[in-house]
Every structure is written in structure tokens, then in C-alpha cells.
Nanobody, 115 residues
Framework: QVQLVESGGGLVQPGGSLRLSCAAS????????LGWFRQTPGKERELVAT???????NYADSVKGRFTIFRDIARNTVYLQMNSLKPEDTAVYYC?????????WGQGTQVTVSS
């Protein structure tokens, strides 16, 4: 199994920045894919960004050029750097891992973009 512990959410003004962290309980090289999804009330959870164990990244069109996913291998941690935040980025953000064909989720962290 994989345990994921997120941190870094909060309230930020439009145009501001936040960095989310997700610490994994396993060597992240052993995890096929890590990433971030987000969800707002009444909507399905949507992909934000993913990174494979080979380092390949994928982003939702809505965040390209503003968000960056990266990892610290020594800390078994994946990050989501969010810049130029917009009110529509407000959501609960979930860390995700795919390991041995199974999906794992963190507990979620709230990001609110508001003036």
C-alpha cells in the first residue's frame, strides 16, 4: 500500500501562489504515477497534473503555464507549485498515486482563491 500525506493548502488572493506537498510512504521511484486532482462540490474529481516515475509530466489545459509538478526523490515527496491563481482554482486538492495497478489518494487539502 501507499500512504499519502498532503500539506500546503490555504487561502490566497487572485494572482498569488501556493505550493502543495505530498509525502509518500514508499520510494517514489517504485510508484508508477503520482499526481494531483481537484474537486469542487457537485463536480467530478478532475486531473490537475501527473508525473511518472520516469519524470514525464502531464497537465490539464486549464493550468498549463501556471502550475508545475515536481518531485524531491530524497524526501519521497511530490509538489504542486501553483502560480497566478484564479478563483476558479478553488477546490479540494487530492494527491494521487498509482502503484501496482491500484489507485491511492490523500485526504485532500483545501485551496481557496479569493480577495
Amino acid at each position: 500500500q501507499v500512504q499519502l500525506v498532503e500539506s500546503g493548502g490555504g487561502l490566497v488572493q487572485p494572482g498569488g501562489s501556493l505550493r502543495l506537498s505530498c509525502a509518500a510512504s514508499r520510494d517514489i521511484f517504485s510508484i508508477n504515477r503520482l499526481g494531483w486532482f481537484r474537486q469542487t462540490p457537485g463536480k467530478e474529481r478532475e486531473l490537475v497534473a501527473t508525473i511518472t516515475n520516469g519524470g514525464g509530466t502531464n497537465y490539464a489545459d486549464s493550468v498549463k503555464g501556471r502550475f508545475t509538478i515536481f518531485r524531491d526523490i530524497a524526501r519521497n515527496t511530490v509538489y504542486l507549485q501553483m502560480n497566478s491563481l484564479k478563483p476558479e482554482d478553488t477546490a479540494v486538492y487530492y494527491c494521487y498515486a498509482m502503484w501496482r495497478s491500484s489507485d491511492y489518494w490523500g485526504q485532500g487539502t483545501q485551496v481557496t482563491v479569493s480577495s
